[in-house]
């Protein structure tokens, strides 16, 4: 699969595998952390988080940009409008 639409480039050079990249731009984010090497765990809500550093074991971790995207049956969905993409109008 090319990683080029319409005249822009994914910017996910390496992680071909997931459908979803998130672009940081600095916007707030809520988000619950588990750090990967000790297992100590806590909660940020924060501005700019490109990286985050454990408390428990001093290791700083770089935020990915791959985001998982789980099928989800329609009229099950209780959330917010979904956005729309792709298609003639994507983006
Ligand atoms: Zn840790």
Redesign the pocket.
């Known amino acids: 699969m090319s990683n080029k639409r319409k005249g822009t480039t994914w910017a996910a050079p390496n992680e071909p595998d997931a459908p979803i990249f998130i672009q940081w731009k600095g916007t707030n984010v809520c988000m619950d952390v588990r750090?990967p090497?000790?297992g100590?765990h806590g909660h940020i809500d924060g501005d700019f988080v490109y990286a985050v550093e454990?408390r428990?074991?001093g290791?700083l971790w770089k935020l990915g940009q791959a985001v998982s995207m789980v099928e989800f049956p329609r009229d099950a969905w209780g959330g917010c409008d979904p956005w729309p993409f792709g298609g003639e109008e994507g983006t």
């Open positions: 750090c090497k000790c100590d454990c428990g074991c290791t």
